[in-house]
């Protein structure tokens, strides 16, 4: 057993990031300054698209990203089973209706053929969600949304390096969303990006994103003199701080190299876990770039010996943090109460949550570190099966 606990989604932090915290913390500019707008130029351009809004969050992202869609009572954005709560919630906070389309069971992602039965004269977006880090299979399903006339939101919260026949993830659909929360493959301790082509819903966003004010906290109070604002619509404090695009500047410069050193711990999990029972990811499709963004296990007494929570419970006792993403959406009772929706519903992903396991992914482990993941589960199934 190891003597100390490994932390699941460890950040890797480098002195980079440190120096240029510190840096923003000497010339006091902490709030939404240079720093932010250098990261969303930075971010823009690994993206190749034109325009970028830092926020606070993902959620804040999609939140602002459902809000460009001027959601009338009684639309409906459709979105996967298989995701967290914020998917979902974004389009409620919208003013829109959650529907729930079930997942693949080979890639946990939703498809154009989950999604197509759904489609009904209220239907006004469809928001995909990259589980994993693996893009959906977005062909098809941007063809059903020209064929319907839908926006397509991405999701890319897990998608930061993920690539679609050439395309990066998010620059896919009409708007895309990321996530640099402290487990992601890029953090700023809490963060979020906007991209899209669409000046006019990304100037949407940054109104948005920071009270409706017509000018943000830099334009105003930059040397270049001050700036009067007016309030132009009801908005929201979902902007992004300097001390956070501090590190993120940083975290974006390595992201190739992280992301080798995750792809590297994702081979050595599946050679490490193979031969067990359990389910392991299915390998990337063709002509797609996969994020390595979450490494998920399918665990039950009749694959492996061992019940899920037994699972996790056995892993916290041999000190290696672990994670579950997700439940899917309607085993959580608040959407059960509102919408009604039955696990039933949504086999695949019912199944499949209350079945998976995530294990530690991050730059930051070691051979050592990943060594011990992959001795503890092995020998979790050995006494399992005695």
Not at 14 to 32: C, F, N, R, Y
Request: hydrophobic share 40%; aromatic share 8%; proline share 4%.
């Amino acid at each position: 057993m190891r003597e100390s606990f490994l932390v699941f989604g460890q950040p890797l932090i480098e002195q980079d990031e440190i120096d240029e915290v510190v840096d923003s913390m000497h010339k006091a500019w902490i709030g939404t300054g240079p720093k932010v707008h250098q990261f969303e130029r930075d971010f823009a351009a690994y993206k190749g698209v034109a325009h970028a809004a830092a926020v606070n969050s993902c959620t804040a992202a999609l939140h602002l990203a459902c809000l460009t869609l001027d959601l009338a009572p009684g639309d409906e954005v459709i979105t996967t089973a298989m995701t967290f709560c914020a998917s979902v919630n974004a389009i409620i906070h919208a003013g829109g209706t959650p529907v729930l389309a079930d997942a693949d069971p080979v890639t946990l992602n939703i498809s154009a053929e989950t999604i197509a039965p759904h489609i009904g004269p209220r239907t006004r977006a469809i928001m995909v969600v990259h589980y994993a880090g693996r893009c959906c299979d977005m062909d098809p399903i941007m063809e059903l949304a020209r064929k319907h006339g839908l926006i397509v939101i991405e999701d890319c919260a897990h998608a930061i390096e993920s690539e679609y026949k050439g395309r990066k993830a998010g620059t896919i659909g009409h708007i895309g969303c990321f996530s640099f929360y402290a487990t992601k493959n890029i953090v700023t301790g809490e963060g979020g990006m906007i991209i899209s082509d669409d000046k006019a819903a990304i100037d949407r966003c940054k109104i948005m994103a920071l009270h409706g004010m017509s000018a943000d906290a830099w334009a105003r109070f930059s040397d270049a003199g001050y700036k009067h604002y007016q309030v132009v619509d009801h908005g929201f404090k979902y902007n992004m701080m300097d001390i956070q695009a501090a590190m993120g500047i940083h975290q974006l410069r390595r992201v190739e190299e992280y992301w080798k050193r995750r792809a590297c711990i994702w081979q050595k999990y599946n050679e490490g876990l193979a031969g067990l029972g359990m389910g392991l990811p299915a390998d990337a499709e063709e002509h797609t770039r996969h994020a390595y963004h979450l490494y998920t296990i399918r665990v039950s007494a009749a694959c492996c010996g061992v019940e899920r929570d037994a699972m996790l419970e056995a892993l916290r006792a041999h000190n290696i943090g672990v994670g579950v993403h997700y439940l899917a959406v309607p085993e959580h009772p608040y959407y059960r109460r509102r919408f009604g929706w039955d696990p039933a519903d949504t086999p695949v992903a019912t199944a499949y949550g209350r079945e998976t396991v995530s294990l530690p992914l991050s730059p930051k482990l070691s051979d050592g570190d990943v060594d011990d993941v992959i001795e503890a589960i092995r020998a979790i199934c050995t006494e399992s099966a005695r």
